[in-house]
């Protein structure tokens, strides 16, 4: 199976941007969805973005919708999270994810995750 691996998290000010990258590696991904997961302290872990690998459909809940931006890149086997005009909230470990069954994207339909990527955002 694929393993997914984050990076491009850090520490950026309230209104700042930050790009995630998230690279497969091993056998190729074959999962119908991809997406990008949250998670703060004491709080559930929430999806804030899902995508359809062939066609590129995506979703976005009330939080991050208008701020965040999911894409991929099939032949580079890549998922990608633009953030902008970020927020204390949004201060999280950030995980990329793939899995199949569930649309939008639920925590209980994901098959892979990546390791996780901290995101602080400074008031």
């Known amino acids: 199976q694929v393993q997914l691996v984050e990076s491009g998290g850090g520490l950026v000010q309230v209104g700042g941007s930050l790009r995630l990258s998230c690279i497969g590696s091993?056998?190729?991904?074959?999962?119908?969805?991809m997406g990008w997961f949250r998670q703060a302290p004491g709080k559930d872990r929430e999806m804030i973005a899902s995508?359809?690998?062939?066609?590129?459909?995506?979703f976005y809940p009330d939080s991050v919708k208008g701020r965040f931006t999911i894409s991929r890149d099939n032949a580079k086997n890549a998922l990608y999270l633009q953030m902008n005009s970020l927020k204390p909230e949004d201060t999280a470990v950030y995980y990329c994810?793939?899995?199949?069954?569930?649309?939008?994207?639920?925590?209980?339909?994901?098959?892979?995750w990546g390791q996780g990527t901290q995101v602080t955002v400074s008031a």
């Open positions: 994810a793939a899995g199949q069954g569930s649309w939008p994207m639920r925590t209980t339909s994901v098959r892979i």
């Open positions: 995508i359809t690998w062939t066609s590129g459909n995506t």
């Open positions: 091993g056998d190729t991904i074959r999962t119908v969805h």
